[in-house]
C-alpha cells in the first residue's frame, strides 16, 4: 500500500503562485508515475499533470500548460507541482495519484492506483 500526502495548498491573489508537494510512504515511489488531478466544486476531477517514473517526460492539460510545472526527486518520495501566474479558475481541491507497473493511462483518472486526500488551492480576484 501507498499513501500520498499532500501539502502546499492555501489562499493567494490572482497571478500569484503556489507549489504543492506530494511526499509518498514507499521507498518504490521511483517506479511509480505519478499525477496530479483537481476537482472544483460541481466538477469532475480532471487531469492537470504527470510526471514518469524517470522524470524525463511530462504531461500537462492545456488549461495549465506553460503556468504549471511538475517534477520530482525520487530520493526524497516527492513529488511537486509548482503553480505560477494562478487563475480563480484554478480553484479546486488538488489531488497526487500513483500509478504503478504496468501503467495505465497517465491521462485518465483510472489510470491511477492510489490516490491522496487533497488539498484546497483557492486564487482571489
Known amino acids: 500500500q501507498v499513501q500520498l500526502v499532500e501539502s502546499g495548498g492555501g489562499l493567494v491573489q490572482a497571478g500569484g503562485s503556489l507549489r504543492l508537494s506530494c511526499a509518498a510512504s514507499r521507498r518504490i515511489f521511483s517506479s511509480y508515475a505519478m499525477g496530479w488531478f483537481r476537482q472544483a466544486p460541481g466538477k469532475e476531477r480532471e487531469f492537470i499533470a504527470a510526471?514518469?517514473?524517470?522524470?524525463?517526460?511530462?504531461y500537462y492539460a492545456d488549461s495549465v500548460k506553460g503556468r504549471f510545472t511538475i517534477s520530482r526527486d525520487n530520493a526524497q518520495n516527492t513529488v511537486y507541482l509548482q503553480m505560477n501566474s494562478l487563475k480563480p479558475e484554478d480553484t479546486a481541491v488538488y489531488y497526487c495519484?500513483?500509478?504503478?507497473?504496468?501503467?495505465?493511462?497517465?491521462?485518465?483518472?483510472?489510470?491511477?492506483?492510489?490516490w491522496g486526500q487533497g488539498t484546497q488551492v483557492t486564487v482571489s480576484s
Open positions: 495519484a500513483a500509478d504503478r507497473p504496468p501503467y495505465g493511462s497517465i491521462w485518465s483518472r483510472t489510470g491511477y492506483d492510489y
Open positions: 510526471i514518469k517514473w524517470s522524470g524525463d517526460t511530462t
